[in-house]
Nanobody, 126 residues
Framework: QVQLVESGGGLVQAGGSLRLSCAAS????????MGWFRQAPGKERDFVAAITWSGGKTYYAYYADSVKGRFTISRDNAKNTVYLQMNNLKPEDTATYYC????????????????WGQGTQVSVSS
């Protein structure tokens, strides 16, 4: 019931910024935990950030240690869109970034997310 499309990837120099967007379609978007994962060639798909659903205005965000303090996840339920603001990018951030949705109350592993976008490429040069 949820379809996701990522956009906003590109090539930037180390220290630069990008803002990724994930446009969602479906009738239950506001009740899903939304997350971002990334996968570099030959490596596992790793958790980046996620944001929970709330019945009010408050959403709870959590991050991988590798991006904490540099990345910010947010969501706009009115627009059915999730964002990932990435600042102070490093070459090790280079990967394909995937948006994902989870029916559970929280999650940090791919197995906890049952809807995925096709991904958007982020490349950071030194």
């Amino acid at each position: 019931q949820v379809q996701l499309v990522e956009s906003g990837g590109g090539l930037v120099q180390a220290g630069g910024s990008l803002r990724l967007s994930c446009a969602a379609s479906g009738r239950t978007f506001s009740r899903y935990v939304m997350g971002w994962f990334r996968q570099a060639p030959g490596k596992e798909r790793d958790f980046v950030a996620a944001i929970t659903w709330s019945g009010g205005k408050t959403y709870y965000a959590y991050y991988a240690d590798s991006v904490k303090g540099r990345f910010t996840i947010s969501r706009d339920n009115a627009k059915n869109t999730v964002y990932l603001q990435m600042n102070n990018l490093k070459p090790e951030d280079t990967a394909t970034y995937y948006c994902a949705a989870s029916p559970f109350s929280s999650g940090t592993t791919p197995g906890e997310f049952d809807h995925w976008g096709q991904g958007t490429q982020v490349s950071v040069s030194s």
